[in-house]
């Protein structure tokens, strides 16, 4: 009998992908998902890929009287709880919504898993809650340091699930903190489909190759890195969902909780990931040195080899590969698809 898994922000950018991976895991997924920062169409996109109906939910992970209909439906036998607002800019204009969806909602579902009898989760957590770490690669003993209220809200999300683990250890939690996701599905029918000018650097520097971007803003030259710009640790979105594969195997498998980073270990450079982008694309990827960014640190890289000692979980594409893949995406009919009017703005 199939294992029944509710991923909660299956419709964006890494629920989606780990939707696919969990189909062809041989998991029932069904998607819970407000569209708050997703297109609508995603779902006829991964019935298209994976050649069958999407099991979907419209709902907001606040909404108890919903989410405990659906558990009362389903069955669930886990959660991977991707559903949560997470533009650290965004979190400082914003911070009691990011309180109340990454926070309060983690809560509620809980409590709802709880009332259920499902007590397995996997966790979006993320390099964030490192802040501005000491050591680099950086290992998941590092402190918690919250620069930020997104980052506060991860740090709060792996605390209340730590300390509900400790009080009750019927529960079987896996946290994963991501370093830098990149890239897209090889079939270029998913990818980040940032609706607004995206923050993140693969994203812009894609929009700037398909010329819908003037030039890129290079966040200083300054830093101490081999050629002054930010060095960051960006791993394969299918290698991501991959790890989420691993990890609810393990929750589910001999119920072991974990905390791992999932990153590949090896850091790049802006300037590196312009120039593997111009390879990837063959365009030009104009671009402006200015000052730092306020809140960036020169390095962030995972030490990963946690991951691979508890889950068996190695990254297996590399930087050139997540350019290409996210260019087949931008280049191709699916990307920044029209939302339609009742769509996030
Ligand atoms: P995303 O915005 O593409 O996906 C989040 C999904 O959750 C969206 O589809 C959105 O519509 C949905 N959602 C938001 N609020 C909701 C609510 N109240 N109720 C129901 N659904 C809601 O983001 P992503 O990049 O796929 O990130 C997924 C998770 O991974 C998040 O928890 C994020 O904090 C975490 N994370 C992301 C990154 C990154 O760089 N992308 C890095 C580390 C951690
Ligand atoms: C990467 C590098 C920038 C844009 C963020 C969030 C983090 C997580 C991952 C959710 C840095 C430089 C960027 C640009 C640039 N998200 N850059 N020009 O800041 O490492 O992490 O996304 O959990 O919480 O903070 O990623 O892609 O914004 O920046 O020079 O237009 O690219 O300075 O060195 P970051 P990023």
């Not at 909602?105 to 989760?121: H, K, Q, Y």
């Amino acid at each position: 009998m199939a294992e029944k898994i509710l991923l909660t922000g299956g419709a964006g950018y890494i629920g989606s992908h780990t939707y696919v991976a969990l189909l062809a895991a041989s998991y029932e997924v069904t998607i819970l998902d407000n569209f708050q920062n997703a297109n609508r169409s995603v779902i006829d996109r991964l019935e298209q890929l994976t050649g069958q109906p999407v099991s979907f939910a419209e709902a907001d992970i606040r909404d108890a009287t919903t989410l405990a209909g659906l558990f009362a439906e389903y069955q669930f036998d886990a959660v991977v709880h991707f559903a949560a607002l997470k533009a650290v800019s965004e979190s400082v204009e914003r911070p009691l919504d990011y309180f109340d969806v990454n926070i309060s909602g983690l809560i509620n579902l809980l409590r709802v898993m709880d009332a259920a009898g499902c007590r397995n989760i996997v966790f979006s957590s993320s390099a964030t809650v490192y802040g501005v770490p000491d050591e680099t690669p950086t290992p998941e003993t590092a402190e918690f340091r919250a620069m930020n209220p997104y980052g506060q809200t991860k740090i709060s999300g792996e605390q209340i699930l730590n300390q509900l683990t400790a009080a009750d250890d019927r529960w079987n939690v896996g946290i994963l903190r991501y370093f830098n996701p990149a890239g897209a599905h090889d079939s270029a029918l998913i990818g980040e489909d940032p609706r607004d000018i995206p923050n993140n650097l693969m994203p812009f520097i894609a929009k700037v190759a398909a010329g819908e971007l003037e030039e890129l803003q290079v966040f200083g030259d300054d830093y101490d890195t081999p050629d002054g710009t930010g060095v960051r640790d960006y791993i394969h979105v299918d290698d991501l969902a991959k790890g989420h594969v691993l990890s609810l195997a393990a929750l589910l498998g001999d119920g072991q909780s974990h905390l791992v980073n999932l990153g590949t270990g090896e850091g790049h450079s802006v300037l590196e990931m312009v120039s593997a982008y111009k390879r990837a694309s063959n365009r030009d990827v104009p671009y402006r040195i200015t000052e730092r960014r306020a809140g960036d640190v020169p390095v962030y890289v995972a030490r990963a080899d946690k991951a691979e000692e508890i889950l068996g979980f190695k990254t297996e594409r590399n930087l050139d590969e997540m350019c290409a893949s996210s260019w087949k995406w931008i280049a191709g009919p699916h990307s920044s698809e029209d939302p339609g009017p009742e769509e996030k703005g």
